[in-house]
């Protein structure tokens, strides 16, 4: 726990920023990857031990799953960003009842999101064209998964709360306790009790349950400003919710956005066939984990800018945006590097046929390859959000990426039905959109200097 104390508390308005924002990326990656993890226990549990259709069922809710995660997500960032420009501020008492708003809020959208998902669950896995063959399955798995669904955002939202005083270490120990719960749960109903694929829904739920009650309890016996106090969770202050939801939501919807996209994608992925479900489902694992480093980085920034933007100190705004570019595009050049050398065992990971590992490499070589520019999109995005400049990334990444993924799965994708043309739509869609917000942010520079000098 000494060790971990370095990642509790990263003082970000002074100081050098190459040491800081990595120790605060390091353990925000790892926490995300875990996250991933619970997926990947999954797609392995079943891939080896009940089948390709019962992992290809998992794949298909991916798509789904990423939809809502991307909108806690977001959402939390208008969190991080208001108590981190607090607390930027030396502002206490404003960051305490900001902290008590965020979470009622994360209650209260976590269980209006489950009750919409199990309500129209069934036309979502429709509207996917899921084949008959693995479509019950696929909805046992999401009706499960939704259960645990308010757990899952109120662990997001504590998180950036943490995140907001500089702890990335503490959600990330939340995780690993529940990602053992979730490894041990499924290996254990499926190979020991042979349960199918309920089973391992059920225990992801149990492992999201977990990881939001152990961070609940830190909060509570936290002494700082991020604690939570049991007779004060009724207090809600919506005058710092409007200020959450500014800021969050079109975060929240950017995420959407890809995840949205992605499901017009995975309906073009399930007309290749099952082999091609399941590769897709395997390499997207992979994928995600080194999104995971990208995302961290992307998170970094808003909180960085957030609390210096909140202290008046534009200069090292700037400063913590490249220096986090850099240092992102040099970690995720090393990590998917490693992984492309690996790519056959790691798919071996998750599938024994040769088929799907064959189609499995053409996503890694296609998607995960480049990912390393994708830093470039994660890290603009993340020093506007942290400016509170968050609606104008959202409106770039819905033209740039759902308008081009669409206009490009019904027109060259129709023409060309393969596996490699699909898959060609990621990098190109980043690429347009790193070019729009490049433009984007440069103007934004502009005005705060224009209004700085003034």
């Not at 996503?363 to 890290?379: A, K």
Request: hydrophobic residues 55%; charged residues 10%; neutral net charge.
């Amino acid at each position: 726990m000494q060790f971990l104390s370095r990642f509790q508390r990263i003082e970000m308005l002074s100081g050098t920023l190459y040491d800081k924002i990595l120790f605060f990326t390091l353990p925000l990656a790892l926490t995300g990857i875990l996250q991933q993890c619970f997926n990947a226990a999954d797609v392995m549990v079943l891939g080896h031990f009940v089948g390709d259709s019962a992992m290809a069922a998992v794949g298909n809710n991916v798509p789904i799953i990423g939809l809502l995660v991307s909108l806690f997500m977001g959402a939390s960032i208008g969190a991080n960003v208001v108590v981190a420009r607090y607390l930027g501020m030396q502002d206490k008492e404003n960051a305490k009842d900001a902290v008590q708003t965020s979470f009622l809020v994360s209650v209260i959208l976590g269980i209006s999101l489950a009750v919409l998902g199990l309500v129209f669950s069934g036309i979502t896995i429709d509207a996917l064209e899921v084949p008959q063959s693995v479509r019950e399955e696929s909805l046992t798995y999401l009706r499960i998964y939704l259960l645990g669904l308010p757990f899952m955002s109120i662990y997001n939202f504590e998180a950036a709360l943490l995140r907001a005083k500089g702890d990335t270490a503490t959600p990330l120990v939340a995780l690993f306790y529940a990602g053992i719960l979730n490894l041990v749960g499924n290996l254990a109903g499926v190979c020991l009790f042979h349960y199918g694929i309920g089973i391992v829904a059920l225990t992801t739920t149990l492992a999201n349950i977990l990881s939001a009650c152990f961070l609940f309890y830190r909060m509570l016996k936290a002494e700082d400003e991020i604690s939570l106090r049991l007779n004060t969770l009724h207090t809600f202050n919506f005058r710092k919710c409007r200020a959450i939801f500014k800021i969050g939501l079109p975060a929240g919807v950017q995420g959407m956005v890809f995840c949205l996209s992605n499901l017009v994608i995975q309906n073009a992925i399930n007309s290749l066939g099952a082999d091609v479900m399941a590769a897709s489902a395997a390499a997207f694992i992979l994928e995600i984990n080194v999104y995971a480093f990208v995302n961290a980085f992307g998170l970094a920034t808003t909180t960085f800018v957030g609390q210096n933007f909140g202290a008046g100190n534009l200069s090292r705004c700037r400063r913590a945006t490249f220096v986090t570019m850099g240092l992102g595009v040099v970690v995720s050049l090393v990590i998917t590097g490693i992984i492309v050398i690996f790519m056959t065992p790691l798919l071996a990971l998750f599938s024994a046929s040769q088929v799907v590992i064959s189609f499995g490499i053409i996503r890694v070589l296609y998607v995960l390859m480049p990912q390393p520019i994708n830093i470039v999109l994660e890290v603009l995005s993340g020093a506007m959000r942290g400016y509170g400049f968050s609606l104008p990334p959202a409106i770039i990444t819905l033209f740039s990426i759902c308008g081009v993924r669409l206009i490009y799965v019904f027109t060259v994708f129709e023409e060309h039905q393969s596996f490699d043309t699909l898959m060609l739509v990621y990098p190109l869609s980043w690429i347009v959109c790193i070019a729009l917000l490049s433009v984007v942010y440069v103007l934004h520079q502009r005005h705060l200097t224009y209004k700085h000098q003034s």
